[in-house]
């Protein structure tokens, strides 16, 4: 409690001048929100730099595995300026490349969208480019089941909210809504960020998470 959490298995980014600290981020366990237990870890940050979670081996098998995540969202990270956020991040290098590719899901326009840093790709979950009001929003104030799949070997990516896929962040080539595809766009995945990233959205952000799992497998929202 009031620690960060298992450093045998994660380490805590809360700077762009990673490995050096940013003391306006923070990343604890305390027991404000918990959905399994009396503890979770809460995310606060109040800049653009990357706040998260990165884990110290990835369980992959063919460069494929699993993430299982609660989330608590206590406000809307782009309810104001509807800018780029990140929370869940796949990285790896592609070829012999010393830069790192990353994978974000998170939000941008109001709605949870996917990105690829890479060339700034973007997928997004509403049925029309330009168009976002059926887009699916991020839940608020409540304990949220987010799963997902990095599928280096065929290069695809899943989403799913509450057990559910959300079909339009199902990535495939980027191709979406006619735009030109990227083929064989996988890094080989070698970590995983938990957290939060502010690009051009809202800050002071707070975000709880528990029952982090990874598996080469699925894990499902009751384990």
Known sequence: MG??????LWRV???Y?????????????????AARGQKALHVHTTTSDPVYVQSKTLP???????????????????????????????????GDSM???EVRIGGQFGILTINYFGNDAN??????????????????RTWTCFEFQFKGDTHELRFFIQGQEVSQLHVTNWGQF????????????DR????????????????????????????GCER
Do not use: C
């Open 192 to 219: 995983v960020r938990i957290g939060y990233q502010s690009f051009n959205a809202d800050t002071p952000i707070d975000v709880w998470y528990d029952s982090v799992a990874i598996d080469p497998s699925r894990i």
């Open 3 to 8: 620690g960060p959490p298992d450093t045998t």
């Open 13 to 15: 980014i809360t700077s």
């Open 17 to 33: 001048a990673d490995p050096q600290m940013n003391s306006a981020n923070s990343v604890v366990v305390d027991g404000v929100h």
């Open 123 to 140: 997928q997004i979950s509403s049925s029309k480019d330009g168009e976002y009001s059926d887009g699916v929003k991020v839940p608020l």
């Open 60 to 94: 992959a098998v063919n460069n494929v595995f699993w993430g299982r995540v609660l989330a608590w969202f206590d406000a809307d990270p782009g309810a104001a300026t509807r800018g780029h956020w990140a929370a869940f991040v796949g990285l790896g290098k592609k």
């Open 178 to 189: 006619g735009r030109p595809p990227i083929a064989s766009w996988s890094p080989v995945y």
């Open 99 to 101: 830069q790192d590719t």
